[in-house]
């Protein structure tokens, strides 16, 4: 059924129609409507959740891991600070195996506080141990959230889905839902293997580890990791199959046979589209087309570093455009992982950072659009420029 | 309320081995509140010496489910499980039994940097029982002042030097803290008085709701006695006044236990090395102090009982 909804909305139908055991969320902007949305679905009824309105995220995070350890379905939703506030629990859900899953709005984190869009506070847990994926639009959220339920318990790791803040969260737009039995089906039941709720087979979770067992725990948790991307692969292409949307770790838009391209993630992909197809048919100036491309990166964590370097190795010239820096003073997050993703290709492309969108800071086609220009004019003396800042 | 033989037959789910010091009075404890339980319960445990000495992977003292998580959130954890008991005993998918819930944090887990969930899971109605095993300092960390450390007691950051006679603060009521929660049960306990620790257990069991125990467990490293004296120790707490037992059930107040003569607090004090510099010529007016202070909350305990 195609309806017309915002980021938020798209969410919270997904969560409605997930109808998970357990909801414990605290609200912020701009992912307080998610928890809005859906306290109402459990006031009229709509869902059979019980809701947690937790004192803090915090104990957001607490109570879901909780809810978990009973053997429950448990999602939460959050921004910003608020996923600031859960750094802590967030290594501990990750450590503890708990698949929870986190509805995400991308803002950037304070100081100075600001309500706006970057990757900053997602950037932030990028070690945690949690899936990451970044959506491009309503649609994807939508469609990735419930893909989430199945990655997660699968991987028995907890997963993330984000979108950007006020430009996804707040942007109406036109898209497919699916029918609450079509989402039923899809996710299935939960069967936990083991829950604290079995009385006759008492476990204890969340037991001191010295120097003789914590690295193998933490081994553990890394393997899931590294089978989680054969998992996001699988239930991607399995979600395209049944509904018509296919999801990979990444989508490449006319990279095929491009010289030059940029790296993005979330919606600034869809500005860069036009930008692409601009520059395929008119070039710099009037005239002679330019083979741009684009490789909107999906999934985070885990990294896809091998599929990263196949799609990127025949193009000589690559900007990674960051919507948050590390302030390591060598550029933005994604930049770095993809740079290394790189380095045992036998020619090497050149790569150059981009800054952009600190704060909610507007990118526009102009500002992609001179990204490209540096590449095809050959300007990557630079190893990190920052776009559309005051200097 | 069973008899002490009844009770000794009782499969005890705290098993021995763990390593918690000699003469500690948390595993006493522990073992009198499961001793309380007739039903299944699931115990949640925020970081602190109960947490480290029970659950050295791969070992484990815990006869019955437990979860710990981190620090601050027993209260928010455990009630995130009592929560998706609800949820999934209303959807049919686990056996249709009766569990109880059971948080059990240190001082520092309560009073301190975990106050903020336990009250939000006070306030949000959880079926839930919080008790507090108040050694009154971070013992784990190696004896560290909270805020329910007496005025006066020598710990490693209230150190007794030249110029500050220990801790310079009165603890914190945290009681009174959860009763204005206005939770259907709130009591102190100790130990030393194990028949009414378990009749308290088994009242906060049984209400429909949230139900707060704080429980006094003297920790012999940290107050400095012999091991063998820990529950004598605990008994003159509450014969001296310094922790009065009584409950607060629905609103009303009473004492579960008066002492026939109340003792005099200097010398419960004398007998713990964190007070030993407080009978320091000149450290008389602290005694006074801490004295005072204890009738001041007595006879306002007292009064409250009164007025019901």
Redesign the interface.
Same mark, same amino acid.
């Given at each position: 059924m195609r309806v017309a909804k915002t980021g938020n909305e798209a969410m919270a139908e997904a969560m409605r129609q997930i109808n998970p055991d357990v909801v414990a969320a605290y609200p912020i902007t701009p992912a307080t409507e998610i928890v809005q949305i859906f306290s109402s679905f459990v006031a009229d009824g709509l869902v059979n959740t019980e809701f947690i309105a937790a004192e803090s995220e915090h104990s957001a995070m607490s109570a879901c891991i909780g809810s978990c350890a009973a053997g429950a379905r448990t999602m939460t939703s959050t921004s910003s600070q608020g996923l600031a506030l859960m750094w802590e629990m967030l290594y501990i859900a990750s450590g503890l195996r708990m698949p929870i899953v986190l509805a995400e709005v991308n803002r950037a984190l304070s100081s100075p506080i600001n309500i706006h869009c970057d990757h900053s506070d997602t950037m932030g847990a990028r070690d945690s141990g949690w899936i990451q994926i970044y959506c491009e639009n309503a649609q994807e959220a939508y469609d990735s959230l419930i893909q989430a339920v199945r990655i997660a318990e699968e991987a028995l790791l907890p997963i993330m889905v984000s979108t950007d803040g006020f430009i996804i969260s707040h942007g109406m737009e036109s898209m497919e839902v699916l029918e609450d039995a079509q989402v039923k089906d899809f996710i299935g039941e939960y069967k936990p293997e083991h829950s604290l709720l079995d009385i006759d087979h008492p476990i204890t979770i969340g037991a001191i580890d010295f120097t003789d067992y914590y690295f193998e725990h933490k081994r553990q948790t890394i393997e899931a990791m590294r089978n989680a991307k054969g998992i996001v692969a699988k239930i991607g292409q399995e979600f395209g199959e049944k509904f018509g949307r296919s999801y990979g770790f990444f989508e490449e838009y006319r990279l095929e046979d491009a010289e030059i391209a940029i790296v993005v993630l979330g919606s600034t992909a869809g500005t860069a589209k036009v930008v692409v197809d601009e520059l395929r048919e008119t070039g710099l100036k009037p005239g002679k087309g330019i083979k741009a491309g684009l490789l909107r990166l999906r999934l985070f964590r885990p990294f896809p570093y091998q599929e990263l370097a196949q799609a990127l190795s025949r193009i000589p010239r690559i900007a990674v455009m960051d919507r948050s820096d590390s302030l390591n003073s060598a550029g933005g997050p994604v930049f770095t992982e993809i740079r290394s993703a790189l380095y045992d290709l036998d020619t090497r492309p050149k790569i150059v950072n981009y800054i952009y969108g600190l704060g909610g800071r507007n990118i526009d086609l102009a500002q992609i659009r001179s990204v490209y220009e540096d590449l095809a004019t050959n300007k990557t003396d630079e190893l990190v420029r920052y776009l559309g800042v005051r200097e | 309320m069973a008899t002490l033989k009844e009770l000794s037959h009782k499969k005890e789910l705290l098993s021995g081995g763990h390593r918690a010091c000699a003469g500690c009075t948390e595993p006493i404890a522990v073992r009198q509140i499961l001793m309380a339980t007739d039903t299944?319960v699931?115990v949640?445990c925020p970081t602190g010496c109960l947490?480290?000495t029970t659950?050295?992977?791969?070992y484990?003292a815990?006869?019955?489910?437990?979860?710990?998580? %981190?620090f #601050?959130?027993a209260?928010?954890?455990?009630?995130?499980?009592?929560?998706?008991?609800?949820?999934?005993k209303?959807?049919g998918?686990?056996p249709d039994?009766e569990?109880k819930f059971i948080g059990i944090g240190g001082d520092g887990g309560t009073y301190d940097i975990g106050f903020?969930?336990l009250?939000? %899971?006070m #306030?949000?109605g959880h079926n839930m029982v919080y008790i507090c095993l108040d050694n009154e300092a971070y013992m784990n960390t190696g004896i560290q002042r909270s805020s329910a450390t007496p005025k006066g007691a020598h710990t490693t950051t209230s150190p007794a030097g030249k110029v500050m006679p220990g801790k310079r603060d009165f603890r914190k009521d945290l009681t009174a803290c959860i009763a204005a929660h206005n939770v259907p049960y709130v009591a102190q306990a100790i130990p030393s008085m194990w028949k009414d620790l378990i009749n308290k257990v088994q009242k906060a069991l049984a209400v429909d709701g949230p139900a707060f125990i704080n429980v006094l467990v003297p920790c012999r490293l940290g107050w400095g006695f012999p091991p063998e004296k820990a529950i004598e120790i605990g008994r003159e707490a509450v014969s001296s006044c310094f922790w009065p037992l009584y409950e607060m059930e629905n609103g009303k107040w009473s004492l579960t236990y008066k002492p026939k003569e109340k003792t005099p607090l200097k010398d419960w004090l004398k007998q713990q090395v964190r007070f030993k510099h407080l009978f320091k010529p000149g450290n008389e007016a602290i005694i006074e102090e801490l004295q005072a202070d204890v009738d001041r909350n007595w006879e306002r305990l007292q009064k409250l009982c009164e007025l019901q």
């Open positions: - | 299944p699931v949640c947490e480290v659950t050295i992977f791969p484990t815990w006869r019955i489910p437990w979860i710990h998580s %981190a #601050e959130n209260a928010a954890t455990i009630s995130g499980v009592e929560v998706g008991y609800k949820a999934l209303k959807r998918k686990i039994r569990i903020q969930a009250s939000g %899971a #306030e949000r």
